[in-house]
């Protein structure tokens, strides 16, 4: 009974929250470009003035260190909230449109208008920044915005229910705070607009549910992002400039972003020695980031709860995936500690080699050579990233040609998330849809063509009595000909 009267209190919260942001769309003023600027200096001043308390809840939720915060979460807010400040009065001129001679007099343009109450449906991964950046560019293009943030990361969730009140306008923007059951209730209204971070699972649901009312996604998926180590082009060039250390500490990087790794080696006889050579590689930089108890550095993310430390735990004591571990592999359930660990060659149809891990896990896959690796990879759903540490041009060009994904990132891992002159979102089943810098504007915008004609002018031969000279004049100009029509039309020539 209780359940059901919090339920029921769920809900008119949102029919009331939904009313108050559609009067104010109506009304006009998030389409101010003022008011948009308003909002986005204030997230800046939200994070500014809030930058120790955001850490904290982060670390609360996830075990992240401060710096780590601040590289991939508040410093990027603060920079997309700048970008778009910043860049606003250029993205909302409306584009000219250079009409192709046969519409003269006409003159055509498009303006990118607001979609009106956008969604917003955050993960508990980065639970501020996947917040706050669609919220950013759905602002940017002048929507009124609901954000629910994941019930996963419960600390930045409460904070950011209480201070985005206190900072951003209460009308045009709010908050709720809820599990799976609220994010039912959000569903089952018509929005202008929705924004989804988080598994292909629950994105099938958003998907169907935004169908319902013909409603425009943007789902940001993710899935298994392979990592390509072409070791033959790559290790004689950082050797011969003394940075083989700079490839390992990137690849280190892998066992929080990406989530497994190929390698090609020419012969099977090598097996051995790179495997060897490849792990040894890796122990040393695993000490840098975490030193000789990573669990004591302060520098490891947590898992986010024992949920998903028992999935984990599950997925590593498949005795198939336990063989395959050749570092790490031990776990603290109190602590919902990982310790960082390498898989070489875990089974391909094992549980772990087909979900996301979510944890300091990284399998190695041995490949013979790039015909294989490019299989491979095209054998699987299509990733949201593919990495590749190569100097091989070939390796490159077939990379790009012959495989689909979100993007591609050669000799370096996750950068491409934080370039915001580039568009970042997934295909097929990572995801579709894009954002990040005006692409995020883009992404909350409808783009309507305008398009103004002439009362002065027409052209006889857009409308009936039909003749053959009508239908000769339609086919030259669908060709745009135009030295033929003007023969056409000076009696000249009677045919095409």
């Given amino acids: 009974m209780e359940r059901e009267r919090s339920m029921e209190a769920v809900k008119e919260t949102v029919d009331q929250s939904l009313r108050e942001m559609r009067e104010t769309f109506a009304s006009g003023r998030t389409r101010s470009v003022k008011w948009r600027k308003a909002q986005l200096g204030a997230i800046i001043e939200m994070v500014k003035d809030n930058e120790e308390k955001m850490s904290d809840v982060l670390f609360q939720d996830l075990g992240k260190h401060s710096t780590e915060a601040f590289r991939d979460e508040l410093g990027f807010v603060m920079r997309s909230a700048t970008t778009a400040l910043i860049s606003l009065d250029k993205w909302v001129v409306p584009r000219k449109s250079n009409l192709p001679l046969l519409f003269y007099p006409a003159t055509g343009k498009v303006i990118s208008e607001p979609y009106g109450t956008v969604l917003v449906l955050s993960s508990w991964n980065f639970p501020i920044s996947l917040s706050l950046d669609p919220m950013i560019g759905a602002i940017a293009a002048g929507n009124t915005v609901l954000l629910k943030a994941s019930e996963l990361s419960p600390n ?13 306008d209460t009308k045009a923007i709010k908050v709720i705070e809820g599990g799976p059951d609220v994010a039912t209730i959000l569903l089952q209204h018509q929005w202008d607009k929705i924004f989804f971070t988080g598994s292909p699972k629950i994105g099938k649901i958003i998907m169907a549910a935004a169908a319902e009312h013909l409603t425009p996604v943007t789902l940001e998926l993710g899935g298994k992002c392979p990592t390509i180590i072409d070791h033959h082009s790559v290790s004689k060039d950082m050797k011969a400039f003394g940075c083989e250390e700079n490839l390992w500490r990137k690849v280190g990087i892998l066992q929080w972003t990406s989530l497994y790794l190929c390698r090609l080696r020419s012969c099977r006889t090598e097996f051995c020695f ?32 024992k949920k998903h430390f028992q999935r984990l735990s599950r997925l590593l004591n498949d005795p198939r995936v336990k063989a395959s571990i050749v570092y790490g592999g031990s776990m603290d359930e109190e602590k919902l500690y990982v310790e960082p660990t390498i898989l070489l060659d875990p089974p391909l149809d094992s549980e772990i080699m087909n979900e996301e891990i979510f944890g300091p896990i990284l399998p190695i896959i041995t490949l013979r050579d790039i015909q294989e690796s490019i299989g491979f990879i095209k054998s699987k759903p299509k990733p949201l990233a593919i990495y590749a540490f190569t100097k091989d041009e070939n390796l490159k060009t077939r990379i790009l040609s012959e495989t689909s994904s979100g993007s591609v990132t050669f000799n370096d891992l996750m950068i491409q ?10 295909v097929g089943q990572s995801g579709m849809g894009r954002y990040h810098g005006k692409y995020s504007f883009e992404c909350f915008s409808h783009e309507k063509a305008i398009m103004e004609g002439s009362l002065a002018m027409d052209l006889e031969a857009r409308y009936p009595p039909w003749n053959n000279f009508k239908l000769n004049f339609i086919r030259l100009a669908f060709r745009e000909a135009y030295f033929k029509l003007v023969l056409l039309m000076l009696g000249l020539t009677k045919g095409v």
């Avoid at 930045?156 to 951003?168: D, G």
């Fill in 156 to 168: 930045a969730s409460a904070l950011l229910a209480k201070l985005i009140p206190s900072y951003l």
């Fill in 274 to 305: 790179y495997s060897g050579t490849y792990i040894d590689m890796f122990k040393p930089v695993i000490r840098s980031f975490f030193g000789e108890n990573p669990k004591e550095s302060g520098c490891l993310a947590k898992i986010v709860t």
């Fill in 417 to 426: 998330y934080m370039c915001d002159a580039l568009p970042f979102g997934g």
